[in-house]
């Protein structure tokens, strides 16, 4: 009995000190936890429901891979979307008031886009001197007014089409020819350009207006609170965040990085280069190959940007919808130059209502039930008064031609009414 006693007491002391030699519970190092998954914190300017949604869309995929192991994907327009204005036209009225436009060679407009008319050619060839190493748009009036009106309006002063013979679904040329119109800069060079436009506009008060040859132009660009948020939940849910704009990627490159997206995360027009420096040229995607200027970083263009350089696709199919599991599962936009980005989608597609035909067409028809509309998160538009023209001229062809919407089956979209809107 005492040998057994003995022996209970000696496994019992054994286990004493093992038990010892055991953390306690106030030691123990707590059992990893991951965070907990991002929500939007901006609450005041979003629609309905739309703020839920979102929320419920990062829940879904808050820190999971896709099937092919990557991170899921969102793709932001820039101008108008995460911003209010447009950093093309800013930095286009910077370069106007610095003297910063480089003339072309021997006063030969033809050389700075292809589709520019003999029209427009001539126009600004007796509006601009030759000879110089930048025009003096700065105090000379009528050469910064043909230069903006070719730019801003797509005509001359006198009213001639400036720009034809192009791919109404692939090229915006008046867009293009911002991009082309910074030949000889170094692209170092145009970012500085840039960034003192986006310190001007970025400062200068809401609503203010500066001066640009003979005319008053916008003057004030502000982040959308809301999308710098949406965007700061996205990175930090685990999503590839994207800027994909129709503005030069230079200058998109630095507003991008204002809100902490990396510049190799941001898609803008490209141009060519030659010794380190951009010519008038435009890089080329899909079939259309370097130098041949036929698509941008515009309705079926963007498109083919994002497979070519974030998907990875290159050829003929970069111009293609891709398989589902590849595309984006977020995209936000505000203008038709976003509709084929937008429809490729696969979870939510953020419209922020300006009132442009095709792209209100769709998101209002909303044949999927993936579309959500919000107004303008600053000084939203009214309440259009008439139908969105779904059923007549809501689409433009690749050719100019207005036509009707039509959705994937090929039934057309009935005109719409504008229900998402500023109040009045």
Partial sequence: MHDTFRAGAAVAALALAATALLPTASTQAAPHRPAACPTLTVAQGWYGDNKARLDRLIADHCRKKTVKGAKP???FDWDNTVIKNDVGDATFSWLLRNDRVRPPKDGDWTTTS????????????GACPTGVRTLPTATDTRCADELLAVYGTGATTGGAAAFAGYDHRRMEPQYAWLAQLLHGWTPG???AFAAAARAENLAAPQGATQQAGSSRVTGWIRHYDQQRDLIRALKDAGFDVWIVSASPEPVVDVWAEGIGIPAS???????TTEHGRLTSHLKGCG?????EDRMITYIDGKRCWINQEILGVHGPAAERVQPAHRRQVFAAGDSDTDVSFLRDATGLRL????????LMCRAYDDADGRWIVNPMFIEPKKRKPDPYPCATTGYTAADGTPGPVRRDDGSVVPDRTDTVYGAP
């Fill in 73 to 75: 994907l969102a793709v």
């Fill in 189 to 191: 060079q145009v970012r």
């Fill in 351 to 358: 419209v922020v209502n300006r009132n442009k035909n095709e």
């Fill in 114 to 125: 292809r589709h520019l008319t003999p029209e427009a050619a001539t126009a600004l060839r």
């Fill in 265 to 271: 995360r941001a898609i803008g027009i490209r141009n």
């Fill in 287 to 291: 079939t259309v190959a370097d130098g």
